[in-house]
């Protein structure tokens, strides 16, 4: 465990290192325009966000996680060392704007630019989805009480995370903008390479579980036998489903999913019918049948948990695509305030090191979290975890609502201070107005990440099918990338209907444009994806398993689960959802 949290630590400072200051990096050296910029940094971590998928299929079809992550890594070093390359030579970024002139970055400029970010956005894929499962794998899931170290090992591998990320904020960011980009990119580039070494090293003492095959492949099976058995009738006792223990051992190491009542057009899957499956009967457990005709019940149960998870992973894209704008927007009104920490300071703090009070926020928020929320609240509801990991998220959901508006305010002082001072024409200079009147909504954006972030991982870890564990972190990843297209989306959408003249995202000029309903409208929107997330999350109901219990004695289950062997059904009510 600690070669891989080494190596995600060093991974995490490296991908801050690089991601953090990118605003800066596309404004101030390659002359980008405000929103074509901001629209490069949502668009590389959308992409950022997809490739996670493609990685957890090579990862859960074939390579596991293992090889997955080492190659993962070793791509993302090679975009690093691209990106480090072009901000070292001089022929590939534009020259310095002048007063009178600003040569904005040519398309050869851009198309390297591009192709450092694909493959850093390629490694990420490798990388992403499957760290945290990895490290999660090394914990034996068949031993009783384990559930609980689990839930503390992701509080502990995000504080860690965090401590990375804050590491890369304070120094990575003042080198980028003090010192210069080629050591400010180079250092991200030799962590990225410290990282994969230190994971290599680690290899003899890991646990590394054989891939199950590929999940999609499985489902399709599932799909295709449920259209072929249309016709049929489901049984009337659950006894007489599809099982076989034998077939699904591979996937099923910490429990086969037990039957449930949802989607029961589903059933029929499992279901002996007369369509050329006559041998394989209800109580076959060794004959190998065609599973694009028939499927076991745990099979069937894959499907019916991703189909359950759905609605409560889409909600997850628009609070990421509320928060897109802290890369970009808020670091650009950083820029215009004044960055001093004191009237007699000449220290000025680099605009994209306030994110480090989000993640500071963040980081301390789960340890008090877990050392001092949690028991208090195992003491009210008697769970173990203090509150469901539905309501952990539900919390977050409402703080990020809070943080927009914040946001928003925030911006209308800042705007105000500006037109006192008749600054509104003078994009360049320093607005009379502390770059502390920023730090609320990272603090409140940190606050959300403790209970939202850490809560959707978790959610889709432990509901998700055990051999899908890599898919749903590519899940996770892929809520932020859809978050990040959309936060594209609304902000080319409101640039371009905006008009000209007021325009709410103009080019050049921030003071001149109406920041402040953009983010209101992001408010709006929130408020419309929490109603619909509590409706959900009301409705949803836990994924019932199999589980090992310590004597090793055969234990009669309820609802006419699958047990025995030493396993007892676990199962959830919705009325802990909510």
């Given at each position: 465990m600690p070669f891989i949290l080494g190596n995600e630590m060093c991974d995490k400072f490296a991908g801050a290192g690089f991601q953090a200051n990118m605003i800066t990096y596309l404004t101030k050296v390659l002359n980008l325009p405000m929103v074509k910029a901001s629209n490069t940094l949502t668009n590389f971590a959308g992409t950022s966000g997809f490739t996670p998928i493609l990685g957890a299929l090579v990862a859960d079809s074939f390579a596991g996680r293992y090889w997955t992550i080492i190659v993962g890594s070793i791509i993302y070093e090679l975009g690093m060392i691209s990106i480090t390359l072009s901000a070292l030579l001089p022929s590939l970024r534009p020259p310095p704007c002048s007063p009178s002139h600003c040569q904005e970055a040519s398309s050869r400029q851009l198309w390297i630019l591009y192709a450092a970010l694909i493959l850093t956005s390629l490694g990420t894929g490798g990388i992403r989805p499957c760290v945290v499962t990895f490290a999660a794998d090394q914990l034996d899931m068949t031993k009783s009480g384990v559930a609980s170290r689990r839930?503390?090992?992701?509080?502990?591998?995000?504080?860690?995370?965090?401590?990375?990320?804050?590491?890369?904020?304070?120094?990575?960011?003042?080198?980028?903008?003090?010192?210069?980009?080629?050591?400010?990119?180079?250092?991200?580039?030799?962590?990225?390479?410290?990282?994969?070494?230190?994971?290599?090293?680690?290899?003899?003492?890991?646990?590394?579980?054989?891939?199950?095959?590929?999940?999609?492949?499985?489902?399709?099976?599932?799909?295709?036998?449920?259209?072929?058995?249309?016709?049929?009738?489901?049984?009337?006792?659950?006894?007489?489903?599809?099982?076989?223990?034998?077939?699904?051992?591979?996937?099923?190491?910490?429990?086969?999913?037990?039957?449930?009542?949802?989607?029961?057009?589903?059933?029929?899957?499992?279901?002996?019918?007369?369509?050329?499956?006559?041998?394989?009967?209800?109580?076959?457990?060794?004959?190998?049948?065609?599973?694009?005709?028939?499927?076991?019940?745990?099979?069937?149960?894959e499907l019916k948990s991703i189909l359950r998870m759905l609605p409560i992973w889409a909600a997850g894209i628009l609070h990421f695509a509320a928060s897109s704008h802290l890369q970009s927007f808020v670091i650009l009104q950083a820029f215009s305030m004044n960055r001093h920490l004191s009237s007699t300071s000449t220290f000025q703090i680099p605009p994209a090191s306030l994110s480090v009070v989000g993640v500071i926020t963040t980081t301390s928020g789960l340890v008090l979290y877990d050392r001092l929320l949690v028991p208090l609240l195992r003491r009210v509801t008697g769970n173990p975890t203090g509150i469901t990991c539905l309501q952990r998220m539900g919390v977050g959901f409402l703080i990020n609502i809070v943080a927009t508006a914040v946001s928003a305010l925030v911006e209308v002082r800042r705007k105000e201070a500006a037109a006192r001072h008749g600054l509104l024409d003078a994009p360049e200079a320093v607005i009379p107005i502390s770059v502390f009147w920023l730090v609320p909504q990272y603090v409140l954006h940190g606050v959300a990440d403790v209970f939202m972030t850490v809560g959707h991982v978790e959610f889709l870890y432990d509901q998700c099918p055990e051999s899908m564990r890599s898919t749903a972190a590519a899940l996770s990843s892929l809520t932020g990338s859809f978050g990040s297209y959309i936060g594209t989306g609304m902000v080319s959408l409101v640039h371009e209907y905006t008009g000209k003249e007021g325009n709410w995202l103009p080019d050049r000029n921030l003071n001149r444009g109406k920041l402040d309903c953009y983010y209101w409208l992001v408010t709006v929107v929130q408020v419309v994806n929490f109603v619909y997330y509590a409706v959900v999350a009301w409705f949803y109901v836990y994924k019932p398993v199999e589980e090992m219990v310590d004597d090793g004695n055969d234990v009669e289950g309820d609802g006419g689960g699958d047990v025995g062997g030493g396993r007892v059904h676990r199962s959830y009510s919705n009325n802990d959802t909510v």
């Open positions: 839930w503390n090992f992701f509080n502990w591998y995000f504080f860690s995370m965090g401590v990375a990320t804050v590491t890369a904020l304070t120094t990575v960011v003042y080198i980028q903008d003090n010192v210069g980009w080629g050591w400010g990119l180079g250092i991200p580039t030799a962590a990225m390479a410290v990282s994969v070494v230190a994971f290599v090293l680690g290899s003899p003492l890991y646990r590394k579980l054989k891939p199950g095959g590929s999940p999609f492949v499985r489902l399709a099976q599932v799909v295709v036998a449920a259209w072929r058995k249309r016709t049929a009738v489901a049984p009337a006792e659950h006894g007489e489903l599809y099982r076989n223990k034998e077939l699904d051992a591979d996937i099923s190491l910490n429990g086969r999913l037990l039957h449930t009542d949802q989607f029961r057009a589903a059933i029929i899957v499992a279901t002996d019918g007369h369509d050329g499956e006559s041998l394989i009967t209800a109580t076959s457990t060794t004959t190998k049948p065609n599973l694009w005709r028939i499927a076991t019940v745990h099979r069937v149960e």
